[in-house]
C-alpha cells in the first residue's frame, strides 16, 4: 500500500493519477475535503480508501505493512497569521507521521517549501545559513526541515524533503486566492478578456515549475529507497511575471494586460527572487530536465480551457 497525505489536493492528485499510470491502485488517501469542488479531484483517480487524517493517527497501526508514504498535506495559506494552527498542521502533524513512519521502517517522501528562503538574499542551497523564512507559514516548513535534520543521523529508512517553487498545472482549482498565478490570470481573462498584473512585475522573479516535473522529481525517489535529504524542487531558471504574462497572452486572443498597483499589505513579506540551485539533485543522479514554461503554460491553458482545469 502506498499512503497519500493531501491526495485529494492540488500536487497528491497529479501524484495519484501518475502512480495510477505506473500500475498502482492500492493507495490510501489520508485527507479533509474542505473545499467543496476539491472531491473533483478524485474523479478517475483509482485508491483503496480516503480517511480523515484525525481518523488516520488514531488507527494508524492498521496500516505498519504500507510501502510508502507521501506526506503532502498541509496548511498552504502563505497568508495565515494563527501561529497555532499553522504549526499544528505543518510542523506537529508532520512530525507525528514521520515518528511513525521510522518506528514502523516506512519510506517517506514529504513536501517542504521554498519559502524557507525568504526573500532568497543568502541564495537557494539546501544549507541552514541560506533560510530566512518570512512568514509563519515558511516558518513551519523550515522547523520541519531543521527537525529532520537532526533526525538523520538516527533514521534507517527513506525520508526525502522535497522544497517546491512555485509550482503550477492541473487539479489546483480548489485552492482558490493560493492557486497558481497562471491559473489566477486564465480564470481573470475567461470573465473580462483581460487580467491584471503587479507594477513592477518585470523586476519579480520566480521559478515557475509545471506539477508534471514536481510528480517526476517524486516518482525518481520512490523508484531509489537507498537516497534520502532534503532537495530543492525547482527548475533551476527564473523568469518574471510579465514574461508570464507575455506566454499567457499568446495563449489567448485579444486579451488585454492591465497594470494595478502593489499590494501595501505584501510590503516585506514577498518573494522578489526565488531560483532553486540544483547541485544536490544533480548530485544524486537526477538530470534536471524540465518542461520548457512556454511549453507548460500551453499545454495547462489548454486543460483549463477544455476541462475547467481537471485531468479527467
Not at 503532502?72 to 505543518?90: C, F, K, P, R
Not at 534507517?156 to 486566492?177: A, M, S, T, W, Y
Not at 532537495?231 to 499567457?248: C, E, H, M, P, R
Request: hydrophobic fraction near 35%.
Amino acid at each position: 500500500m502506498i499512503i497519500v497525505t493531501g491526495g485529494s489536493g492540488f500536487i497528491g492528485s497529479n501524484l495519484i493519477a501518475r502512480l495510477n499510470q505506473m500500475g498502482f491502485q492500492d493507495i490510501l488517501i489520508i485527507d479533509q475535503l474542505l473545499h467543496p469542488k476539491q472531491f473533483r479531484n478524485l474523479i478517475g483517480l483509482k485508491y483503496t480508501d480516503l480517511i480523515d487524517p484525525k481518523d488516520f493517527m488514531m488507527q494508524n497501526h492498521l496500516y505498519n505493512d504500507a510501502e510508502y508514504i507521501f506526506h503532502l498535506g498541509a496548511n498552504t495559506d502563505t497568508t495565515e497569521h494563527d501561529s497555532t494552527i499553522m504549526m499544528n498542521q505543518n510542523y506537529t502533524y508532520t512530525k507525528d507521521i514521520l515518528d511513525w513512519a521510522q518506528k514502523t521502517k516506512i519510506k517517506v517522501c514529504y513536501a517542504s517549501s521554498a519559502s524557507v528562503y525568504g526573500d532568497g538574499q543568502n541564495g537557494f542551497q539546501e544549507k541552514i545559513e541560506c533560510e530566512v523564512p518570512l512568514n509563519i507559514y515558511g516558518f513551519s516548513k523550515y522547523q520541519v526541515d531543521q527537525w529532520v535534520r537532526a533526525q538523520f543521523k538516527n533514521i534507517d529508512n527513506q525520508v526525502v524533503g522535497l522544497r517546491f517553487f512555485n509550482v503550477f498545472g492541473p487539479q489546483e482549482i480548489h485552492k482558490g486566492k493560493m492557486a497558481s498565478v497562471v491559473y489566477q490570470f486564465q480564470k481573470q481573462i475567461n470573465e473580462t478578456d483581460s487580467f491584471q498584473l503587479f507594477e513592477g512585475s518585470e523586476h519579480f522573479y520566480r521559478d515557475f515549475i509545471y506539477v508534471k516535473d514536481v510528480v517526476n522529481i517524486m516518482i525518481h525517489f520512490f523508484e531509489r529507497p537507498h537516497l534520502s535529504g532534503i532537495f530543492n524542487a525547482g527548475t533551476g531558471k527564473a523568469q518574471s511575471f510579465l514574461d508570464l504574462a507575455k506566454i499567457i497572452q499568446q495563449n489567448n486572443d485579444e486579451c488585454l494586460l492591465e497594470s494595478v498597483p502593489f499590494p501595501e499589505h505584501l510590503n516585506g513579506y514577498y518573494q522578489k527572487f526565488t531560483q532553486a540551485d540544483l547541485t544536490d539533485l544533480q548530485n544524486i543522479g537526477y538530470d534536471c530536465t524540465f518542461t520548457p514554461l512556454e511549453e507548460a503554460v500551453a499545454e495547462y491553458v489548454e486543460i483549463l480551457k477544455k476541462n475547467n482545469g481537471y485531468l479527467f
